[in-house]
């Protein structure tokens, strides 16, 4: 986890710790870091802190935002970064200190992403129920981790309201020898791909449109269609 | 159930223009259908003890498994294949194996590496992976990435911060989340797809999808896909002539007939509707 050293417009310095996700800079007192300077816009820009990494972004702010006197919009923190936003500066320290092999793969540990990180993890298992809704994180625990469940309803025909649990890594849906569609389920949502080569032009389709040769991920609601019957893919809340 | 002349797969591990070591091991058992891919980290020779070890533990681990296993069965609570179960409890001794290794030798202490591995059974496949190691598969010439890599790039798009465009332009490519052997316990994520008769499934280390841009992959393997030999080494090639900056490693396998036990598994299926 960086920190920020402020140095504002009338010399004053102030160390700024990086350990939430999301740190705002602006005019505003609402802001993490307030700037009281008229050449700073209510909500300049905003560090987010993921893992042991800054990203700094300008939130439109009407004078910018520079880093080593340059503007940017968005920019990754390196260590050393002097960050200018109206007459105030503002200097990125990482704690790993000078950078270093930029090449090599580095592993991020996940007792090291603090209480902030935690908390995220927790929230994304609790699961929102939008396929669009964050995957369960990294480092979430494997015991820890149970997986998504969804169904597919019948939405017409003499079996309406019948529901088909999804609760394999694999299900396959439909009549042999006409047409079959394959459920699977990803870390990030389940995926629908058509099985069984190219037969006619009997590929299922998902809110009226064909599928691709590629999986296609639903969302919760969509609609799947499959030999004449009408399916609603449904997330578990 | 040996794939022979169901399933053509090509290997190769290269140590790039840059590197003075391979950290990279790939490994595969043609008879039971299994591919197994690792990229390893750590500093002396410790990335290529680590991404050794957990090839080598997962091959054993799997052939020793494999004819006591109860074959089609599904597990009713992870509503995961028996297979793609025992992949992943060799790739958790692979792990532990390594982190293991890495307490007790100083020289080891940190080491660790990614993996993906790959089952084909009844005309299915299970994955199991751990960092940013990748599966693709090539279908009508089409290329899909299978895994998502567990990597910062995906936590912050996962997390809303950034687009993909974004996080791919301004986020380091190299900080993966998770690794084998480094922490006393591993998430594992599995996935199960089919396969059919054409597909061509593609495991590759960080060296090559760095490197190469999905789509020149996509169109290399759908060129050389008659010749696996030829296409393995045209995806080293063009990892190393775009900088070779890493170790590029890739294992191919084609699917050139069904190898479903007994009748095509979706053949079998009672009708849900």
């Known amino acids: 986890m960086g920190k920020l050293i402020v140095t504002d417009s009338s010399g004053k310095t102030s160390e700024f710790e990086l350990t939430k996700e999301r740190v705002t800079i602006g005019r505003h007192a609402d802001n993490d870091i307030a700037l009281a300077d008229k050449a700073v816009s209510g909500h300049h820009a905003v560090v987010i802190t993921v893992l042991q990494e800054s990203f700094l972004e300008d939130l439109d702010s009407t004078n910018g935002t520079q880093v080593n006197g340059k503007a940017v919009t968005k920019h990754p923190l390196s260590h050393g970064d002097v960050i200018t936003i109206g007459r105030n500066t503002l200097r990125y320290e990482s704690n790993a200190g000078a950078e270093d092999d930029f090449e090599r793969t580095m592993i991020l540990k996940p007792g090291q992403f603090g209480a902030a990180f935690d908390a995220q993890v927790g929230k994304a298992v609790g699961g929102a129920p939008s396929s669009d809704a964050p995957r369960p994180p990294a480092a979430a625990a494997p015991a820890a981790a149970k997986p998504m469940l969804a169904k597919l309803r019948v939405a017409s025909g003499p079996n309406a309201g019948k529901e088909l649990e999804l609760s394999k890594a694999l299900t396959t849906i439909g009549k042999p020898g006409v047409q079959v569609a394959a459920v699977t389920r990803r870390a990030d949502g389940y995926y629908i791909v058509h099985v069984g080569g190219d037969t006619g032009s009997q590929r299922p389709l998902v809110n009226g449109q064909p599928i691709d040769t590629q999986a296609r991920k639903l969302s919760h609601n969509d609609t799947v269609e499959l030999v004449g019957t009408k399916m609603t893919f449904l997330m578990h809340p | 159930m040996a794939l022979k002349g169901k399933v053509a797969t090509a290997l190769r591990s290269d140590t790039g223009r840059v590197r003075g070591n391979n950290e990279d091991a790939v490994g595969e058992d043609p008879d039971i259908g299994l591919l197994v891919l690792a990229d390893g980290m750590g500093g002396h020779n410790a990335g290529e003890i680590a991404s050794g070890i957990s090839v080598t533990t997962v091959l054993d681990v799997v052939r020793r498994r494999w004819a006591q296993l109860r074959h089609g069965e599904v597990d009713a ?54 960092g940013d190691s990748r599966l693709y598969r090539l279908r009508n010439g089409k290329l899909e990435q299978i895994t998502r890599d567990h990597s910062l790039v995906e936590e912050l798009i996962a997390r809303g911060h950034y687009s993909r465009a974004d996080a791919e332009r301004l986020v380091r490519k190299n900080i993966v989340t998770r690794a084998l052997g480094v922490e006393p316990e591993v998430a594992i994520d599995l996935i199960e797809d089919t396969v059919e008769v054409g597909d061509l499934i593609l495991l590759c280390s960080d060296g090559l999808s760095d490197m190469v841009s999905d789509e020149l992959i996509g169109l290399t393997l759908a060129k050389h896909a008659a010749t696996l030999d030829y296409a393995a080494d045209a995806l080293v090639t063009l990892a190393n002539t775009r900088g070779g900056k890493d170790n590029v490693s890739v294992a191919l396998a084609r699917v050139d007939r069904s190898f479903a036990r007994g009748r095509r598994w979706y053949e079998r299926l009672i009708d849900w509707f």
């Open chain 2, 77 to 130: 609570d992870s509503g995961h294949s028996v297979e793609a179960l025992t992949l992943r409890a060799a790739i958790e001794q692979a792990h532990r194996a390594i982190h293991t290794l890495a307490q007790s030798q100083p020289q080891c202490a940190g080491m660790g590496t990614t993996i993906v591995a790959c089952l084909l059974h009844d005309d299915r496949m299970s994955i199991a992976y751990v």
